[in-house]
């Protein structure tokens, strides 16, 4: 199976800043996916990331606030910007290995991102 | 609209004792169905999953689950517990096509206690 690398993998920032994350995997995916887990709630799906093209996002997350990189097909980046503590959750990307079959997600470790 | 309810939010066992986390999911056709296991620290792992044919699952770690149409459920199951499977896990539901996207629960926190 893949193996999926996100830094950082926690960090505290200040209210008004940006930062971003960055998901590495071993192999070639066609699609990456950005979800964010808020405390205590389910997983979420913020947008999916194809190469070449622009991210796909999910209702009520937009591109001002949650850009998002594909340069190549093993490599995405996802920037939370002008952070507020409301935006205190783990990011996780996750992708879809062939031959694993539809549907079937792989995850990495997630990072944990605390707004002050 | 997909949805999946975890109706236990956290669930305490004692080591050795058997297990049953409960998932309840909505769907409008035959659905693909997963249960994924979240380490703390770690990214979420698959368990199992139900795609089609026989309705009693097994997955790794000795889990499994069994999938009732009539019921919309989708339980996961181990006969003894280890130390170990204390973790939070997540049940999932997704549509038989590439592009559909999943949908979780809430997840249920599993505490095991000596």
């Known amino acids: 199976s893949a193996v999926i690398s996100q830094k950082p993998s926690r960090d505290i920032c200040q209210r008004g800043t940006s930062l971003t994350i960055q998901c590495q995997v071993d192999?070639?995916?066609?699609?990456m996916f950005w979800y964010r887990q808020q405390p205590g709630q389910s997983l979420t799906l913020i947008a999916t990331?194809?190469?070449?093209?622009?991210?796909?996002?999910e209702s009520g997350f937009v591109i001002d606030k949650f850009p998002i990189s594909r340069p190549n097909l093993t490599f995405s980046t996802l920037t939370v910007s002008n952070m507020s503590p409301e935006d205190s959750s783990i990011y996780l990307c996750?992708?879809?290995?062939?031959?694993?079959?539809?549907?079937?997600?792989?995850f990495g470790a997630g990072s944990r991102l605390t707004v002050l | 609209a997909q949805s999946v309810t975890q109706p236990d939010i956290h669930i305490t066992v004692s080591e050795g004792a058997s297990l049953e986390l409960r998932c309840n999911y909505s769907?409008?056709?035959?659905?693909?169905l997963f249960w994924y296991v979240q380490s703390p620290g770690q990214g979420l792992q698959l368990l199992l999953k139900?795609?089609?044919?026989?309705?009693l699952v097994q997955g790794i770690k000795g889990f499994e689950a069994e999938f009732k149409r009539s019921q919309s459920s989708f339980n996961l199951r181990k006969p003894s517990v280890h130390w170990s499977d204390a973790a939070e896990y997540f049940c999932?539901?997704?549509?038989?096509?590439?592009?559909?996207?999943?949908?979780f629960g809430t997840g249920t926190r599993l505490t095991i206690i000596p």
């Open positions: 139900y795609f089609s044919g026989d309705t």
């Open positions: 999932a539901v997704g549509g038989r096509f590439g592009n559909e996207k999943l949908t």
């Open positions: 769907y409008g056709a035959t659905p693909y």
């Open positions: 996750s992708v879809r290995i062939p031959g694993t079959g539809a549907n079937v997600l792989t």
């Open positions: 192999s070639q995916v066609t699609m």
């Open positions: 990331a194809n190469q070449g093209s622009e991210a796909t996002y």
